[in-house]
């Protein structure tokens, strides 16, 4: 049964928070419920936006998959982002719902934790098998401003992931009113985002049926010489990537201008790599988008593809 009372207190939350830090989104299509501050003992408290399309109804509530997407507050509303601009996930995914074109789902923004967004998404495993020079010198690694990359943070994308099983999932399942099953449970995110939705995919393959890695951040910091990263990466997605037999899906793309510049020929090898697996058509796509840069107006561009991909009703 969908919890009515829960929803309605949730939804009473997002227009009395006016006392929270960030701005508060809202969407032109369904239903936004946001949690102002969901708390770990491990990472940063952060917010969670869960989007619920016009289809949704207590009727057909477990018809729902569920779609959890990094960098929450970047999905919803340009108005508020720090860049005006945002992925639009809810226009989106209402219309491909609203057409018949894909099987029903929710998505799930949650927040990423802003100075420690590079440490919670890093591949943790990868990190801790490379040599200890090595991690020392990625951890004091400085953007092309000068900037620290990880905030003198330590890697705890392990205890991420942990927080979406173990407090994301059962505030959702809450708002749903069941729980989900492991085969409706979805990933996807963009640069580190991208990075961590495959991470998670090979770290918790019981979890996930899917991701969708957009201009997935290979390099990890901001250059590719002298870096070992990407080709640890490749080696950890080769030795934990589910089996093709297990019937998950992937998808993977990235464009060729700004940061994206660093990621097809690194993106190639992926695509070899998860190929040779047996990953075939109906499990893993991939494309190039020539011209395409770093940007939430390029992911928002081709948002369709990668929905479409993971929710076919095929």
């Known amino acids: 049964m969908f919890l009515k009372p829960l929803l309605q207190c949730l939804v009473f939350i997002t227009i009395s928070i006016s006392g929270f830090a960030q701005a508060v989104p809202t969407v032109s299509v369904g239903r936004l419920v946001i949690l102002p501050q969901v708390a770990s003992k ?17 009727a057909t509530a477990q018809q729902f998959s569920v779609l959890y997407m990094h960098d929450g507050q970047m999905l919803f509303d340009s108005t ?11 226009n989106v995914a209402d219309s491909l719902q609203n057409t018949g074109s894909v099987k029903p789902f929710i998505i799930v923004g949650i927040a990423n934790g802003g ?11 990868v990190f801790e098998n490379l040599p200890a020079a ?55 995110g963009s640069s580190m985002g991208g990075l ?12 996930w049926a899917g991701a969708a890695c957009l201009s997935t951040h290979w ?13 640890a990466m490749l080696s950890y997605i080769n030795t934990h990537l589910p089996p093709a037999k297990a019937g998950k899906k992937l998808y993977m793309d990235c464009g060729t201008a700004t940061l994206d510049a660093l990621y097809p020929a690194i993106q190639q090898q992926a695509n070899t790599l998860i190929q040779q697996k047996g990953y075939g058509a109906q499990q893993f796509q ?21 929905l479409l991909f993971l929710f076919s009703k095929k």
Not at 286 to 306: C, F, I, K, Y
């Open 80 to 90: 508020i982002t720090w860049n005006k601009d945002a992925w639009m996930v809810a």
């Open 42 to 58: 491990k990472i940063t408290s952060r917010a969670v936006y869960i989007w619920l399309p016009t289809q949704f109804s207590s």
């Open 115 to 125: 100075s420690t967004r590079h440490a919670d998404y890093f591949p943790q495993d």
């Open 134 to 188: 090595t991690q020392t010198q990625f951890l004091a690694a400085a953007r092309g401003n000068g900037a620290s990359v990880f905030n003198q943070t330590s890697l705890r994308a392990n205890d991420y992931l942990q927080f979406l099983q173990q407090q994301v999932k059962p505030v959702v399942d809450s708002v749903l009113g069941f729980s989900t099953l492991p085969s409706n449970n979805y990933l996807m």
């Open 219 to 231: 390099p990890g910091v901001f250059t590719l010489e002298n870096n070992p990263f990407p080709q």
């Open 286 to 306: 991939a494309q190039l988008v020539p011209g395409a840069a770093h940007t939430e107006a390029a992911w928002r561009a081709r948002l369709a593809t990668p």
């Open 196 to 207: 961590i939705s495959v991470y998670a995919l090979c770290k918790q393959p019981h979890f």
